[in-house]
């Protein structure tokens, strides 16, 4: 675990420009992406990228692994990967008569998880505790994660067979979901020339390391809340649990990673303080994944993401 200094907002501001910048090297024309993945990474969330296949989803994780200067591994879920595959071994040391841990791709710094959705269920579990609590409990031994620790996970919308749909447990360890999206067609052009002369993830180089970003990972968390803007966040999670087209609303754990993640969000915007629209642009993507649509108005093309800027729209804001 690196040492962990202490830093301004202000700093935390100008580190996150300098991050963001040396990603969108690689990652054209989408800066509001960018924003969000770093926004979960520096409240020690993690993000679910929900997308079709080359957009850019790896390419991101691996961006940000290069430019933060953290460690990195990819694990490609597949349905015949096991836990152990994940999470590491133990194998038996015939001269020593011990058995030797090895460890897992899931003990570096940032975890690509790839289609994480085409793995069985027991497979994506031995996740969640990797997710929540940082560790891996293997053999009835527990062994921390290195931090920082983020899992930025892909999964594909589009193709269904094959598959199995993440459960509710597993969408809720994820505090923002997303997508990259089709670039404009001025940056398109610019990726094809680009990427027809050279790779620019090759040229990338840190910006940061794991101690200063433990240090980000610090400093937001003094991001003042006004009772105000808390007041806001709470009325759209209580607005979620009684809307005609939901179902099931947002639980406690999606108010907390709301609350994290405005904090976060304002810390690289530049503010010392968390404002309702740092909050209402969050929580389509930090709350959309934890509520259910009502069969019927799914029929009608209704989605989470809609519902939940409309609450975030119709919910008044205090002024005071």
Known sequence: MAETTTITLAEVSRQADKIIANVERVILGKRRQIELALTALLCGGHVLLEDVPGVGKTVLAKSLAVTLGCSYKRI??????????????????????????????????????????????????????????????????????????????TQNPIEYEGTYPLPESQLDRFLLRQSIGYPPRAQEREIIVQQSRYNPLNDLEPVIDAAGLLAMQQAVKTVHVSDNALDYLLNIVEATRVHRSLYLGASPRGSIALHRAAQSYAAITGETFVTPDHIKVLAPYVLSHRVMVRPEARIDGVTASEVIEEIGNSVPVDKG
């Open 76 to 153: 490609q879920f597949t349905p015949d990967l096991l836990p152990s595959d994940i999470t590491g071994v133990s194998i038996y040391n015939q001269h020593s008569s011990e058995f030797r841990f090895l460890e897992g791709p899931v003990f570096a710094n940032i975890v690509l998880a790839d289609e994480i959705n085409r793995a069985s269920p027991k497979t994506q579990a031995a996740l969640l505790e990797c997710m929540e609590e940082h560790q891996v409990t293997t053999d009835g031994h527990t062994r921390h994660l290195p931090l920082p620790f983020f899992v930025l996970a």
